[in-house]
């Protein structure tokens, strides 16, 4: 079974083209095919339930050119100079709630951001969900601390708030959920453990703008938020990213931290460049696009939901597809993806490979998703960093070694199923074609084993 993270160009190859190409060089009209193959899998030769393409991604909006030219004629490109940023900025904190946002180059380094400023260190440790893209660990790297993943729920595809607690210690200093593919992590329970303990809770949500927990936006929830809008989000930008919080002087901070240290409101120190920083700032071009993309956001966000509840209500009448739960709590998950899981068993024993590809040819694009990312090989290379050798005892990383076991993480990695948030913006009847699909495919499992 294959577990690698499928990248977005290759879930977008797989499209029904295939399935119409050979459609078109059979030299049969396609109404004699449909007939003849009715029924008859699209990947044994049969017509495919779609033949027609899904919505595009990312969407451009001409108004947004008029802006962007006035950036460029200016030859005010950089924050330092311009108000687009700024403008941004404040823009996006009124859209989520939250008193403040500072805008940054990327989510991985609006991640960077948040942790340093909330104190974690070099030796620290971090509690992470390990069901997430490479970043949301990475960046723990990247701050030398230890990332320590907590099993996941496979119900709703987030960390499991039941299982945090064990991985606690004595240097642990975070807790960092992942609100995955737009589905929100259960934050009560997990902000009233980070009470308890006295611990700092970063939300990354770069995958859910606009997502909501008791009708609070993600990542406006914990100490800080943080966000991407690479060119493949939903809200794009190429690159980008933000992080997001209520305490103006900790947001003050990540100002700074971003700016190379500088002084930055409430963070006035007298004197050079009191706190270390970076250079981790958004341009001008970024924010004008963000600007424009903002306009259609509430839109798209509620129609993927729709969407995305009323797949849930087709799709799990269908045996063996397990639709993902959302937490207690949630009032709106927003589908960067929108996963189910996959049951071989009810299948006949097919796998989820032949699933996947079975499904792909009748014209729903799907793939497996994340492989168990807590094996992932950059873990042992950095525990055997000379660095990790100097900041962790060898018995707490053997310990570490011995404890990083997920079996309902890792089983969920073998069972999911994606489809990606571009489809969920097309009609009721888009969806009615995914359930034909995956019924269809459920029909034939005899003729794929
Ligand atoms: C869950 C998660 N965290 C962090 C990131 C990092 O964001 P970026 O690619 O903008 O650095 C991503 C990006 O895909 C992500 O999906």
């Excluded at 797989?14 to 990947?43: C, H, M, P, Y």
């Excluded at 330092?80 to 940023?85: A, I, S």
Aim: aromatic share 8%; charged share 25%.
């Amino acid at each position: 079974m294959n577990d690698t993270p499928v990248s977005r160009r290759e879930f977008l190859a797989v499209t029904s083209t295939g399935a119409v190409a050979a459609l078109a060089a059979s030299g049969l009209a396609a109404d004699t095919v449909l007939t003849r193959n009715a029924g008859k899998l699209a990947l044994t030769g049969g017509q495919p339930v779609r033949t027609k393409g899904w919505p595009g991604w990312p969407v451009w909006d001409p108004s947004a050119e008029g802006d962007i030219l006035a950036v460029l004629r200016s030859g005010n490109w950089f924050r330092g100079q311009g108000t687009r940023v700024t403008e941004f900025e404040k823009r996006y904190a009124e859209l989520l709630g939250a008193k403040r946002c500072v805008a940054t180059a990327s989510g991985t380094t609006a991640l960077v951001t948040a942790l340093h400023t909330l104190g974690v260190d070099a030796g620290d440790e971090v509690i992470v969900s390990p069901y997430t893209f490479v970043a949301s660990y990475n960046v723990i790297f990247m701050v030398k601390a230890l990332p320590v993943f907590a099993e996941t729920d496979p119900e709703t595809f987030t960390i499991d708030p039941a299982r945090i607690e064990e991985r606690i210690t004595d240097r642990t200093r975070a807790i960092l959920p992942v609100h995955i593919l737009g589905l929100p992590a259960a934050m009560d329970p997990i902000l009233a453990i980070a009470r308890k303990r006295n611990l700092v809770v970063v939300e990354d949500a770069c995958q859910a703008w606009l997502a909501e927990y008791n009708q609070r936006k993600c990542g406006t929830l914990g100490d800080l938020g943080c966000f991407s809008f690479q060119n493949s989000k939903h809200l794009p930008s190429g690159e980008g990213g933000a992080v997001v919080g209520n305490d103006e002087q900790l947001v003050d901070r990540c100002h700074s931290y971003h700016n190379c240290g500088r002084a930055f409101g409430s963070f006035q120190p007298a004197g050079g460049n009191p706190i270390r920083g970076t250079n981790f700032r958004m341009q001008e071009f970024q924010a004008v696009i963000l600007m424009s993309q903002m306009k259609r956001l509430e839109a798209d966000t509620q129609r993927r939901w729709e969407n995305g509840q009323y797949l849930t209500s087709r799709l799990k009448n269908i045996p063996g597809i397990v639709p993902h739960k959302l937490n207690p709590g949630t009032t709106r998950a927003v589908y960067h993806l929108y996963p189910f899981r996959f049951k071989s068993e009810q299948f006949g024993g097919v796998s989820r490979n032949k699933f996947l590809e079975a499904l792909s040819a009748e014209g729903v694009p799907c793939a497996g998703g994340y492989g168990p990312q807590h094996k992932d090989g950059l873990i042992e290379e950095a525990l055997k960093s000379r660095g990790y050798q100097r900041l962790f005892s060898k018995e707490r990383l053997d310990r570490y070694r011995e404890e990083n076991v997920l079996p309902r993480h890792t089983q969920l990695c073998r069972e999911a199923v994606w489809l990606s948030q571009n489809m969920l913006l097309g009609s009721k009847e888009d969806m009615d074609d995914i359930v034909k699909a995956v019924e269809k495919v459920y029909e034939n499992r005899d003729k794929l084993a």
